[in-house]
């Protein structure tokens, strides 16, 4: 997706680069790739996995709210289910627009505090109960995760918010031009029927759908 539009060479930025599938990826086409992630056995993990490829990449330990790099450094910044896990997703959407080149691009997701299927704990209805009523339910159903070296992960922690405050959130950031990811595919797909489609994702979108995927622009 991203081999669509940057040029090669680029330099790429993967906040929370995990086990290094993203990095590896836009190593092998060509990009020059940087991440960050918290957990250094992931990190060991992603750098044997580029040596046996014979790639290279800068991954750095470092969390998304004090990012190590210069200003207008990247041209292309991925922040994947993230935004959830960190201390401060503003906060983290500051850096992310800091770092990012003028006419840069983002990809950013944040989790529906009302969507239907929980990704992180795999049910349904979890997120359309109180926040009070869901860590016995977790506790009983022995489900229960918890706070530690990967960021927030218990449910009453992590960082869930509405379409309206994510939105929000990118704004207080910086960012004035975004677009809902989902929404350019549907114009993309359906294009004169699009308008019907649209119409109808508007409708489920703030209960149904797990997560909000963004493309932004500095």
């Known amino acids: 997706y991203c081999a669509t539009y940057l040029d090669k060479g680029a330099d790429v930025l993967d906040i929370g680069a ?8 836009m190593a092998e086409r060509g990009f020059h790739a940087s991440g960050i992630e918290v957990n250094t056995a992931y990190i060991e993990e992603a750098r044997e996995k580029a040596e046996e490829k014979g790639i290279s990449f800068d991954l750095r330990v470092g969390k998304a709210e004090k990012l190590p790099y210069p200003d207008g450094q990247f041209d292309f910044v991925n922040a994947s289910e993230v935004t959830e896990h960190v201390e401060d997703p503003l906060s983290m959407c500051r850096e992310l627009y800091r770092v990012l080149k003028k006419g840069g691009s983002a990809y950013i997701s944040f989790h529906n505090r009302w969507g239907a299927y929980d990704y992180h704990y795999h049910m349904y209805g979890i997120n359309w109960m109180p926040r009070s009523w869901t860590e016995p339910i977790l ?24 379409y309206s405050g994510a939105k929000r959130i990118l704004q207080q950031a910086g960012f004035y031009i975004f677009e809902d990811s989902r929404e350019m595919k549907i ?24 997560s909000f995927h963004f493309f932004l622009k500095k």
């Not at 995990?18 to 990826?25: D, P, Q, S, T, V």
């Not at 159903?141 to 070296?149: A, F």
């Not at 990967?150 to 869930?160: D, E, F, N, P, V």
């Open 18 to 25: 995990g086990r290094g599938a993203f990095l590896i990826e």
């Open 139 to 162: 506790c009983f159903l022995h489900k229960q995760k918890e706070d530690g070296i990967a960021g927030r992960q218990k449910l009453s922690t992590m960082h869930y918010v509405t």
């Open 187 to 210: 114009k993309k797909k359906f294009g004169f029927w699009s308008f019907s489609f649209l119409l109808l994702y508007r409708c489920i979108r703030p209960w149904y759908f797990n």
